[in-house]
C-alpha cells in the first residue's frame, strides 16, 4: 500500500506501446479497464504496473506488476479462461438441445398416448352405435310383429 501512495501514471513510451495496448485485456478488481502506473519509490522503482484507473478515490486495491514474460503468460491465462468459458457454455447449450428434445419426445409421446386414446374412444362410439341400430331393428321387428299379431286377432274375432 505505501507503494501505491508514491506512484503515479506513466508516460508513453515506445516499450510501453505493446504493454499500452494490453492494458484494455486487463480489467481490475471494480471491472474497469486497468491503466499503467510507474513506481516512483519504494524498492521497485521504474517499475510499471496495472493498476484502478479510478486510483486513489476507490476502494479497489488493483496492483499487478508488469513483467515481460508475464505478458505471455496473461495471454494464455486470458486464452484459458475464454475457453473455460467457451466449454461452459457448450455444455449449458448440450444441456439445454438435450432437454429440448425430451420435451419434444415427451410431447410427441403424449400426442401419440392421446391419438391412441381417440381411435379406443372412437372403436367404443362406432361399437354403441351398431348396438344401438341393432335394438333400434330389433324393436322396429317387434312392433310390426305386434302389430301384425294384433291385425289377425282383429281379424279372427
Not at 3 to 10: H, I, L, N, P
Not at 18 to 46: F, M, Y
Not at 124 to 150: G, S, W
Amino acid at each position: 500500500m505505501s507503494a501505491r501512495k508514491g506512484c503515479s501514471t506513466g508516460s508513453g513510451s515506445s516499450s510501453n506501446s505493446s504493454r499500452r495496448l494490453l492494458q484494455h485485456r486487463v480489467k481490475c478488481n471494480c471491472g474497469n479497464d486497468a491503466v499503467i502506473r510507474t513506481v516512483k519509490n519504494g524498492p521497485n522503482v521504474g517499475s510499471e504496473f496495472y493498476g484502478c484507473p479510478l486510483w486513489p478515490d476507490t476502494k479497489c486495491e488493483m496492483f499487478k506488476l508488469i513483467d515481460g514474460s508475464n505478458d505471455v503468460e496473461d495471454l494464455q491465462v486470458q486464452l484459458l479462461e475464454k475457453n473455460t468459458t467457451i466449454a461452459e457454455m457448450e455444455v449449458v447449450q448440450k444441456l439445454k438441445d438435450d432437454k429440448i428434445k425430451k420435451l419434444q419426445k415427451k410431447k410427441k409421446g403424449s400426442l401419440e398416448e392421446e391419438f391412441n386414446d381417440l381411435k379406443c374412444e372412437m372403436s367404443k362410439l362406432t361399437v354403441d352405435m351398431v348396438k344401438e341400430k341393432t335394438i333400434k331393428a330389433n324393436l322396429q321387428l317387434a312392433l310390426i310383429i305386434v302389430c301384425v299379431f294384433f291385425i289377425i286377432m282383429y281379424y279372427l274375432k
